[in-house]
Structures are given as C-alpha cells and as structure tokens.
C-alpha cells in the first residue's frame, strides 16, 4: 500500500503510546497487523465530525507500516539536540509521525490533548514510564523492537531512550494532534507545567 507523504520535516518533540478498549490505560503487542484497511480510513466520511479512530485501528496502522520499512527508512535521521520527527501523512481523522531517538533523549510527561494513538518500536528500544492506580505506583516498561502500544484520550506518560543505541517509532494519532500538555512528576502526583501547539511543531 502506497503512502501519501507530506513534505512536513521538523526537530524537537512530538509523539507517543496505548489500549484497545479506548480506556485512559495502554496496552502492548508483539504480533503483526493485518488490516490494510485500517491505514487510509477510507471508509469514514470525509469533512468534519468524522469518528477518531480506535486504539486498535491506530495500532494497526503503525504495525503495517513498520512491516514496510521503504517507505519511512529513507526519511530517517538523527538529531544530537533533540528527538528528530517527521509527520509522514495527515488525514481529517488521523497523522502518522515518524520519530527517531538517540540514547539520553527522552519527551518528559505529557499527554496528547484528547486524542488516541498508538506506536510501535521499528528499531532499537525505548522505556515507558506512566502512573498505574493507588497500588500500582509509578510503572516501568521496557518497549522492545516489534512492541506496539496503544492508548485512550486521557493517557500520559513519559517514553525514553536509555539504551545504548538509537531507536525509531512511528506513531499514529486520532483525531490529528491538536496540542500535548506537559507534566511533572512529584511526591503527590502529576503537575501539569506547560502546553505546547502545533506551532512548535
């Protein structure tokens, strides 16, 4: 399947993670996607108030394109200020960022202003950090090559290179990104600090 780019290249931060059941939790997969359908979204209306797309439609979408590295490998860089990213396509309904990291960067806690995503590792390794219930605490994952995350409108976490090498991801978004509020962490909790647009994108 043929992927409309848009010529959209830019540095800084931007993107990330994860549940199918469209809750404020994320879960992960190993396992390969299918649903070429899924990337066009060419069965929802066109114009506005078009439906988000699902978590699992989103982490369909990331899955079938990271098993097509020629049409995202070549538009990879890295970047030693900050995390590299490119939006490689946009829709009424959903963007696909691709976003590459170098050991030591990282995007901090945020959030991705009401809408769903999903991302998968198409090389290297990430972490995850994210606030689990009373008893859970603050949750570490270790996100592998090949691992898919995906997530509701109310998600926050923080994602991470601490590997010795770099990673690439591509990420989906539903509806498109309009704004990531930032966090954080401290003793009671998550304190939202700043908001950022796609301005400074």
Same mark, same amino acid.
């Given at each position: 399947m043929s992927l409309d780019l848009v010529p959209d290249t830019r540095? *800084?931060?931007?993107?990330?993670? &994860?549940?199918?059941?469209?809750?404020?939790? &994320?879960?992960?997969?190993?396992?390969?996607? &299918?649903?070429a359908g899924a990337f066009t979204a060419a069965s929802a209306p066109?114009? /506005?108030?078009?439906?988000?797309?699902?978590?699992s439609a989103l982490r369909e979408i990331v899955r079938e394109l990271a098993e097509q590295p020629?049409?995202?490998?070549?538009?990879?860089?890295?970047?030693?200020?900050?995390?590299w990213y490119r939006r490689l396509a946009a829709d009424d309904d959903h963007e696909v960022w691709l976003i590459s990291w170098l050991?030591?960067?990282?995007?901090?806690?945020?959030?991705?202003?009401?809408?769903?995503?999903?991302?998968?590792?198409?090389?290297? /390794?990430? /972490?995850?950090?994210?606030?689990?219930?009373?008893?859970?605490?603050?949750?570490?994952?270790?996100?592998a090559s090949g691992t898919t995350r995906a997530f509701g409108p109310d998600y926050v976490h923080d994602v991470r290179n601490i590997a010795s090498g770099p990673a690439v991801t591509l990420h989906a978004?539903?509806?498109?990104?309009?704004?990531? *509020?930032?966090?954080?962490?401290?003793?009671?909790?998550?304190?939202?600090?700043?908001?950022?647009?796609?301005e400074q994108w």
């Open positions: 540095t *800084a931060a931007a993107a990330d993670s &994860a549940d199918a059941a469209d809750s404020t939790g &994320a879960a992960d997969s190993t396992g390969v996607g &299918a649903d066109p114009g /506005e108030g078009r439906v988000p797309l699902t978590p020629e049409q995202w490998i070549h538009h990879v860089r890295l970047s030693t200020e900050e995390r050991p030591g960067q990282s995007t901090g806690f945020h959030d991705h202003g009401g809408s769903r995503g999903a991302f998968t590792v198409a090389l290297g /390794e990430l /972490e995850e950090l994210s606030l689990g219930g009373p008893e859970q605490g603050l949750l570490i994952r270790r996100i978004y539903s509806p498109p990104l309009s704004y990531m *509020a930032h966090y954080d962490l401290r003793a009671g909790g998550l304190v939202r600090t700043s908001e950022e647009g796609p």
